[in-house]
């Protein structure tokens, strides 16, 4: 038996419970894991708190990543001992997640735990910073370069925000953080934001074509905030869109894209294939300054994560949530 966090859903409605569970319960698949840390992300609070339809079968067991040690193999890539993470591929979703001590799962979902992190800082990282370093690498195969100007990155105190500017910033980007939390400049700043904007600038209805700013921009806002990201990116500029915290719509005008030239580059971390995967993992690896994830993360234990997606939902979390699986 181990612990888990389980989604069910009833004529009553749904019910979310920490429970124990037996290892015949655990879905198909050719690798067991024994799960040292999760995460908490956005997506995880979405399905915890029912705000949206995220889980598709149920009973579900949430959490999109994990990090652990390899228990079980029947798949060619891996074997016991081995160090893995997850991040996505509808975990959490359709097939269960990483809110638990243990997870069977495809063994071509896993990806080796770069040898620069510890299971906690991995997960400190998770989907959040795996989809961040992806937005900063699309941002520079596009071709956009430090000396082409400021770089907006908008949620910034959120967990994509967090990594975002500090992989930005060791880049050599001057990085403006866009945030409503005018009580977190120091920590932006912490992080490297040379400029810290005010969320109202970009929240409300603004013209199709605004004054030229930002060189390149990642979004985690959608909505308002992602058509006046747009609307102020200069020529020949391109935006990064990964997320839809203020909303699913885009109430813009094709003026940007037509007339500056600007792009808008869609960046999926769900269904990403391996060699991104692991190109974005190098390079969180090689430039994200592991000290940096104590400034990122707050830790809390397995049975403290269903309160903790209230506080997301709410927006009063900053940064990461680490969850430790085993306590």
Same mark, same amino acid.
């Given at each position: 038996?181990? =612990?888990?966090?389980?989604? #069910? %859903?009833? #004529?009553?409605? +749904?019910?979310?419970?920490? +429970?124990?569970? /037996?290892? =015949? /319960?655990? !879905? /198909?698949?050719? &690798? @067991?894991v024994e799960v040292e840390y999760s995460t908490l992300n956005f997506k995880d609070a979405l399905a915890i708190t029912g705000s949206s339809p995220v889980v598709r079968k149920f009973p579900m067991v949430p959490g999109i990543d994990l990090a652990? &040690?390899?228990?079980? =193999?029947?798949? !060619? =890539?891996?074997?016991?001992g081995d160090r893995v993470v997850l991040n996505g591929w509808g975990v959490g979703e359709t097939h269960w997640g990483g809110l638990s001590q243990r997870a069977r799962l495809n063994g071509d979902w896993l990806i080796a735990l770069p040898s620069a992190f510890t299971s906690r800082q991995a997960m400190a990282?998770?989907?959040?910073?795996? @989809?961040?370093?992806?937005? &900063?690498?699309a941002l520079e195969d596009y071709g956009i370069h430090p000396s082409d100007g400021e770089i907006?990155?908008?949620?910034?105190?959120?967990?994509?925000?967090s990594v975002a500017i500090s992989l930005l910033a060791k880049a050599g980007f001057t990085v403006?953080?866009?945030?409503? %939390?005018?009580? #977190?400049? /120091?920590?932006? +700043?912490?992080?490297?934001?040379?400029v810290v904007v005010d969320r109202a600038e970009l929240s409300e209805a603004g013209k199709p074509l605004q004054k030229e700013r930002w060189a390149g921009v990642v979004d985690t806002a959608g909505s308002r905030i992602l058509a006046n990201a747009c609307a102020q990116t200069r020529y020949g500029g391109a935006v990064a869109a990964c997320g839809l915290a203020q909303g699913m719509d885009f109430p813009a005008s094709v003026a940007p894209f037509i007339l500056r030239g600007v792009s808008l580059i869609g960046v999926d971390s769900v269904m990403a294939p391996i060699a991104r995967r692991t190109r974005a993992w190098d390079r969180l690896a090689r430039d994200l300054d592991p000290a940096a994830l104590d400034v990122i993360a707050e830790e809390i234990g397995l049975a403290d994560a269903i309160s903790a997606s209230t506080r997301i939902i709410d927006g009063t979390v900053r940064g990461r949530i680490v969850v430790d699986v085993n306590r």
């Open positions: 038996m181990f =612990s888990a966090v389980v989604i #069910e %859903k009833g #004529e009553a409605g +749904q019910t979310v419970t920490t +429970q124990s569970v /037996d290892e =015949s /319960d655990l !879905p /198909d698949g050719n &690798v @067991t652990g &040690v390899v228990v079980d =193999s029947a798949h !060619p =890539s891996w074997s016991a990282i998770g989907t959040a910073g795996y @989809t961040a370093a992806l937005c &900063v690498g907006l990155v908008t949620g910034a105190t959120g967990g994509v925000g403006a953080a866009a945030t409503g %939390k005018t009580s #977190e400049v /120091d920590y932006l +700043q912490q992080l490297g934001a040379a």
